[in-house]
């Protein structure tokens, strides 16, 4: 069973810069595409922010282009997911997933359709 577990979430004044890293208990990084989620404060869905596929290929939703890097470290099993100029419309749970199928970012997920995620690490913008 592969677990992944997530650090560098906290609280931050907007235009902030946070770093999150997951760390994977397996080599997963470069078979699994991988990918960093956001549930926002209400809880009723959680969206993908920024993928990396199994070749390293990214992807971002809309809102974070420009301002977030989604990165992955194959030796370490890390996954990181490196934040800019953060706005109070990015806080929530971060979540890390990997899946065997393709994670889009942009859209709500189905949660338990994905083969693994992590426990979450809370992000906090306040204006």
């Known amino acids: 069973q592969v677990q992944l577990m997530e650090s560098g979430g906290g609280s931050v004044q907007a235009g902030g810069s946070l770093k999150l890293s997951c760390a994977a208990s397996k080599d997963i990084t470069s078979s699994y595409n991988m990918g960093w989620f956001r549930q926002d404060p209400t809880g009723k869905e959680r969206e993908g922010v920024a993928t990396i596929d199994r070749h390293g290929m990214t992807d971002y939703k809309d809102s974070v282009k420009g301002r977030f890097t989604i990165s992955k470290d194959n030796a370490k099993n890390i996954l990181y997911l490196q934040m800019y100029d953060l706005k109070p419309e990015d806080t929530g749970v971060y979540y890390c997933?990997?899946?065997?199928?393709?994670?889009?970012?942009?859209?709500?997920?189905?949660?338990?359709?994905?083969?693994?995620w992590g426990q979450g690490t809370q992000v906090t913008v306040s204006s």
């Open positions: 997933a990997a899946d065997s199928g393709a994670l889009i970012p942009g859209h709500p997920v189905f949660i338990a359709g994905i083969n693994f």
